[in-house]
Structures are given as structure tokens and as C-alpha cells.
């Protein structure tokens, strides 16, 4: 069983730069994966970004280069970094582990970008 928990969502305007993190209840080194997901109201949960054990890193198309996902093993530590946000990244955002079969989920961030 793995627990993740996210902090660092909030209200910026558009333009503006949030961290959002996730801190996991194991050694994420013996996770294989980790990912950010985001759901808007009335939209299907999505993948924004994800790195891997071995610090691969995958984007959604409309984040790329303004988003950066990290992750620091010594403190069971992802980072999502959000620049130039947009308020069509308004959601909740949502910190994902997969290990060996199994994909566990946080309890969600919300993201709020004005106009």
C-alpha cells in the first residue's frame, strides 16, 4: 500500500508559476512510476506529466515547456512546476504511483488560474 500526499495547490493569474508536490509513504525508488493527472469539472481525468524510476519524463502535448515534472528520491518527493499558467489548466490535480501491478492515487490538489 502506498499513500501519497499532494500540497501546494491555489489561485494564481494567468501567467503565473505553481509547485505542486507529492510525498509518498514508501521508498519511491521501488516505485516504477510516478505521475501527475488533472481533472477539470465535466472532463475526463488526464495524464499532464510522468517520470519514471529512471528519470524518463513524458508530457502532455499542451504543458510542454511550461510544466516540469521532478522528483527528489532522498525526500519520497514529486514536483510539478507550473509556468505560464493558463486558465484552461484550472483542475484538480492528482499525484499517481505505479508500481508492480498496482496504481495508487492522492486525495487531489486544486489548481485555479484566473483570467
Known amino acids: 500500500q502506498v499513500q501519497l500526499v499532494e500540497s501546494g495547490g491555489g489561485l494564481v493569474q494567468a501567467g503565473g508559476s505553481l509547485r505542486v508536490s507529492c510525498t509518498a509513504s514508501?521508498?519511491?525508488?521501488?516505485?516504477?512510476?510516478m505521475a501527475w493527472f488533472r481533472q477539470a469539472p465535466g472532463k475526463q481525468r488526464e495524464l499532464v506529466a510522468a517520470?519514471?524510476?529512471?528519470?524518463?519524463?513524458t508530457y502532455k502535448d499542451s504543458v510542454k515547456g511550461r510544466f516540469t515534472i521532478s522528483r527528489d528520491n532522498a525526500k519520497n518527493t514529486v514536483y510539478l512546476q507550473m509556468n505560464s499558467l493558463k486558465p484552461e489548466d484550472t483542475a484538480v490535480y492528482y499525484c499517481?504511483?505505479?508500481?508492480?501491478?498496482?496504481?495508487?492515487w492522492g486525495q487531489g490538489t486544486q489548481v485555479t488560474v484566473s483570467s
Open positions: 499517481a504511483a505505479d508500481t508492480s501491478g498496482s496504481r495508487y
Open positions: 517520470i519514471t524510476s529512471g528519470g524518463s519524463t
Open positions: 514508501i521508498n519511491i525508488f521501488s516505485i516504477n512510476a
